[in-house]
C-alpha cells in the first residue's frame, strides 16, 4: 500500500514538473515559477488567467480561440516570434498600453532568453 502511495505521489510531482528535465532547465524553472501561475503550455489544457502559450510562435497576438484579450492586443496585428516575445516580457504595457498582463516585467535580458528558449523548444510539441 505504501508502495503505491508513493508511486502516485511520483508521477504527480513528475507531471506538475512539466517536460522532461524541466527541473534541471532554467528557462523551465523561469516560466514555471514567473509565468505559470497565469499561463501553461500544455496542449490539454485550458486557459487559465492568461492564455494557453501552447502554439504561441507564429501565431497573431490576440487571437487565441476562447480567451477575452484587450482590444489593443486583438489589434497589435503582430505574430509571436522569439524577438516579439522578448520585447513582450521587457515590459507588456509598453507595446500594449491596454493589455491586461502588466504583472510581470523582466529587464534581466538573460533571463528573458531563457523564458524564451523555453518555449520556442516546448511550446509547439
Request: with cysteine; hydrophobic share 40%; net charge neutral.
Amino acid at each position: 500500500m505504501e508502495l503505491r502511495v508513493a508511486a502516485l505521489v511520483l508521477a504527480s510531482l513528475s507531471a506538475m514538473a512539466g517536460p522532461s528535465g524541466a527541473a534541471d532547465d532554467p528557462g523551465a524553472k523561469l516560466f514555471l515559477n514567473h509565468c505559470g501561475t497565469c499561463h501553461t503550455i500544455d496542449p490539454a489544457a485550458p486557459a487559465r488567467q492568461g492564455p494557453n502559450l501552447h502554439g504561441v510562435l507564429q501565431r497573431k497576438a490576440g487571437t487565441l480561440d476562447g480567451f477575452k484579450y484587450s482590444a489593443g492586443l486583438k489589434a497589435a496585428g503582430w505574430q509571436w516570434t522569439p524577438e516579439q516575445l522578448d520585447l513582450w516580457l521587457t515590459d507588456p504595457k509598453a507595446l500594449v498600453p491596454d493589455t491586461l498582463m502588466s504583472v510581470y516585467k523582466q529587464k534581466d535580458a538573460e533571463k528573458r532568453k531563457l523564458i524564451v528558449d523555453y518555449l520556442t523548444a516546448n511550446s509547439n510539441n
